[in-house]
C-alpha cells in the first residue's frame, strides 16, 4: 500500500522577541469560539482554534434558542426576535396560572429553555456586551481577541461584537453569512455555498425568486473559499488516535472498511432504498474486505438503522457500534483503510478526505442544490468515487489530503498581518 504524508498541524512563526514587534498588543494569544451548539458546527469553530495554536486558551461561548413545545415553531426567526417571543409566551403562562389556580385547572410547565430542566444558565450564554467588555478592558494586558463564529445564530452576535470592539478583535465567522459580508473581518466559506450564483443553479430558479436567494455576489477578498468543512483532524491527532486506538484496532484483519451512516436531509433525501442499496452492495464487497466496521450517526432514521442492523449485524466480519462512549470515530479515521460514507455528511467526507485514504459516497445521485456542486468537486479532485458494490478493497488508492483547516488558519494569519497583528509564538 502506497504511503500517504498527511498535512502537519501548521506551526506558529518563530519572530523576534515581542518587546521588537509592537509589544503584547499585537499578539493574538486568546481565542473566543461562538458556538450555535451543533457539533458539526462547534467542530468547524475548534479545528480552526487548534490549527491557529490557540487551543490550550480558548472561552466556548453557545447562542442558545429556547426549545420545546410551540418554540419548534420558531427556529426560523432570528434568535434575539426568538428569545423575546418565548418571554412574551412566558409572561402570558405565568398569568394564566394565576387566574386559572382557583379554578382546579392542571397546567403542566412551559419547557425551559435550552431543553429539559438545565435552562439557559447550564451554558455559557453568548452576551454580546460581556464578550465586548472583556475584549476592552483587557486588550492592554492580553492583546487583541480572536473570534471564531459558525452557524446561522452566530451571526448577529458576532457582527455586533465587531462593531463595538473593532480596534480589539478579529472576527472570523465560518459558513457564509448570506448578507453583510463587511460586518466580518473574515469569512470562511465552503465554495459550493456560491452554487446559487452558477448558470445551472440560475436555471433551478425562477426569475422572480432570484433576488431572494443568497448569495447574490461573489466572494469579496475578505472570504475564504474551502472544499469541504473546518474540522480537528490532521496529522497530529492521527497519530494520537491510532495510538490510543492500537490495542482495539491493531488485530483486526485487513483491509478495514469503515462505514459512516448520517441521516437525510433537505438536500440528500433518502429512506429505506438507500439502506437496501447499502446493504446489497458492503454484501458484494465483503470478500474483499478483511473487517467492517459500521457507525450512524445521531441523524440516522432509525428505520434505516434496524434494516442494516438486520442484514448484516449478524456476519462475522462486520461490527456495528451502539453508540456508547468511548466514541471511536478518531480511531476509524486512524485505522480505516478506506471508507463508505452518505452523501448527506459533508463533515463526516471531509475529515474522511483528510486522511488521503479511498473515500467512497453512497446516496450522491440522490442530492440537489449546493450538495451537487460539492460532491461534483470532490470527484473531481479525485477525492472521493460513487460506491458501487463492484470495488476490490485489497486495491488502494490515494491523493493529496484535503487541507481545507491548515490553509484557512493560515489566510488568518496573513490578514492578522496585515493589521499589524501576529499570533503569539
Not at 451537487?372 to 463492484?390: M, Q
Request: net charge positive.
Amino acid at each position: 500500500m502506497k504511503p500517504i504524508r498527511l498535512p502537519e498541524p501548521p506551526g506558529s512563526p518563530v519572530g523576534l522577541p515581542e518587546i521588537f514587534e509592537g509589544g503584547v498588543y499585537g499578539v493574538v494569544r486568546r481565542a473566543v469560539v461562538i458556538s450555535n451548539g451543533f457539533p458539526a458546527s462547534e467542530n468547524q469553530s475548534i479545528g480552526l482554534v487548534r490549527a491557529l495554536g490557540l487551543a490550550d486558551n480558548q472561552t466556548l461561548y453557545r447562542v442558545t434558542r429556547p426549545k420545546g413545545g410551540v418554540n419548534e415553531w420558531f427556529h426560523w426567526l432570528p434568535v434575539s426576535l426568538h428569545k423575546k417571543l418565548h418571554y412574551i409566551i412566558w409572561l402570558l403562562y405565568g398569568y394564566s396560572r394565576i387566574l386559572f389556580a382557583g379554578r382546579g385547572n392542571i397546567l403542566h410547565s412551559l419547557p425551559i429553555a435550552n431543553g429539559g430542566t438545565t435552562g439557559l444558565s447550564s451554558v455559557l450564554e453568548a452576551d454580546v456586551k460581556k464578550i465586548v467588555t472583556m475584549a476592552h478592558e483587557t486588550f492592554e494586558k492580553d492583546g487583541p481577541l480572536l473570534v471564531v463564529a459558525s452557524g446561522r445564530d452566530t451571526i448577529s452576535v458576532a457582527s455586533a461584537i465587531k462593531r463595538l470592539a473593532s480596534e480589539n478583535v478579529f472576527v472570523v465567522q465560518i459558513q457564509h453569512p448570506r448578507t453583510h459580508l463587511n460586518r466580518f473581518d473574515m469569512i470562511i466559506s465552503p465554495h459550493h455555498d456560491y452554487y446559487p450564483l452558477t448558470p445551472l443553479a440560475q436555471e433551478q430558479v425562477p426569475r422572480f425568486l432570484r433576488r431572494w436567494i443568497t448569495p447574490r455576489e461573489p466572494p469579496d477578498r475578505n472570504v475564504v473559499l474551502t472544499v469541504g468543512a473546518l474540522h480537528q483532524v490532521d496529522s497530529a491527532a492521527l497519530r494520537t488516535a491510532a495510538s490510543a486506538w492500537h490495542d482495539e484496532f491493531a488485530p483486526l484483519p485487513k483491509p478495514l472498511l469503515v462505514v459512516n451512516i448520517g441521516g437525510p436531509t433537505r438536500h440528500c433525501r433518502y429512506g429505506l432504498d438507500l439502506a437496501k442499496q447499502l446493504t446489497a452492495s458492503l454484501h458484494n464487497v465483503l470478500v474483499s474486505c478483511g473487517s467492517v466496521r459500521i457507525s450512524f450517526s445521531r441523524r440516522t432514521p432509525e428505520k434505516i438503522s434496524n434494516i442494516i442492523l438486520k442484514e448484516l449485524g449478524n456476519h462475522p466480519k462486520i461490527y456495528m457500534w451502539d453508540g456508547e462512549e468511548p466514541n471511536p470515530h478518531m480511531g476509524h479515521l486512524a485505522w480505516a483503510d478506506a471508507f463508505v460514507i452518505s452523501a448527506d455528511s459533508v463533515s463526516m467526507m471531509s475529515e474522511a478526505c483528510s486522511t488521503g485514504k479511498p473515500v467512497y459516497v453512497i446516496g450522491a445521485e440522490r442530492c440537489t442544490w449546493k450538495f451537487v456542486d460539492f460532491h461534483k468537486s470532490l470527484r473531481e479532485r479525485g477525492l472521493a468515487r460513487p460506491f458501487t458494490g463492484l470495488e476490490d478493497m485489497s486495491e488502494s488508492w490515494s491523493y493529496p489530503p484535503l487541507n481545507d483547516t491548515a490553509e484557512s488558519a493560515n489566510r488568518v494569519r496573513d490578514s492578522l498581518a496585515e493589521r499589524g497583528w501576529r499570533l503569539r509564538p
